[in-house]
């Protein structure tokens, strides 16, 4: 199945730092991306999506690029908030197409935590 | 998107007895689905809540342990039955609608285990 390894944490940063969170993928044919943002004491809100290679998903501020070049899918903001402190998951389906639709595989989440 | 609200939204509760988490989504979904995150962890899909039918559990979990039922297109349950301190964890529901792969989630159910 599809598989994806995620920056460790946990990330550290002033307010109005740059953010990278690194994530790549292992998988057949060219699935959907997910970004998923958990905050303290809640579940998991998508942040944002790419569908195809090549495409830019973004939502507050945050964006990531599909690369299939070299299968990636980093988040970047340029400017983090106090608010943006919380848990970021990378993840894409199990398996591309067949029978696993909609099951999604996570990465092990990375902690940001943003200080005024 | 998806409104999705669970109940309870936490509990403690004492090794050997069994906890009925609900499901409730605002509108009729594609799927369903149950995830498992233990405390600093990533999360694990537990299973896939059919309706109508017996929910399809992945490895490693059954469904003694994890009964779920799904009796219409909007509410599904999981229980945690006879419960040990290793399964205190927050439980998510997940649903899929429209879109092919994307998934929503409810806001979990944190359980402690003493």
């Known amino acids: 199945g599809n598989s994806v390894t995620q920056m460790e944490g946990p990330v550290t940063l002033s307010e109005e730092a740059f953010l990278t969170i690194n994530c790549t993928y292992t998988?057949?044919?060219?699935?959907?991306l997910f970004w998923y943002v958990q905050y303290p004491g809640e579940g998991l809100q998508l942040l944002l999506k790419?569908?195809?290679?090549?495409d830019k998903g973004s939502n507050k501020g945050f964006e990531a690029t599909y690369r299939k070049e070299t299968t990636s899918f980093h988040l970047e903001k340029g400017s983090v908030q106090v608010s943006d402190s919380a848990v970021y998951f990378c993840?894409?389906?199990?398996?591309?197409?067949?029978?696993?639709?909609?099951?999604?595989?996570f990465g092990q989440g990375t902690i940001l935590t943003v200080h005024p | 998107s998806a409104v999705i609200s669970q109940k309870p939204s936490r509990d403690i509760c004492q090794r050997g007895t069994s906890l009925t988490i609900q499901c409730q989504v605002d509108?009729?979904?594609?799927?369903m689905f149950w995830y498992r995150q233990q405390p600093g962890q990533s999360l694990t899909l537990i299973a896939t809540?059919?309706?109508?039918?017996?929910?399809?559990?992945e490895s490693g979990f059954v469904i003694d342990k994890f009964p779920i039922s799904r009796p219409n297109l909007t509410f599904s349950t999981l229980t945690v039955s006879n419960m040990s301190p290793e399964d205190s964890s927050i439980y998510l529901c997940?649903?899929?609608?429209?879109?092919?792969?994307?998934?929503?989630f409810g806001p979990g159910t944190r359980l402690l285990v003493l």
């Open positions: 997940s649903v899929v609608k429209h879109s092919r792969e994307t998934q929503y």
């Open positions: 998988a057949t044919g060219y699935p959907s």
């Open positions: 790419a569908t195809k290679a090549d």
């Open positions: 993840a894409l389906p199990n398996r591309t197409g067949g029978t696993s639709y909609g099951k999604l595989t």
């Open positions: 509108s009729q979904v594609t799927m």
């Open positions: 809540a059919n309706q109508g039918s017996e929910a399809t559990y």
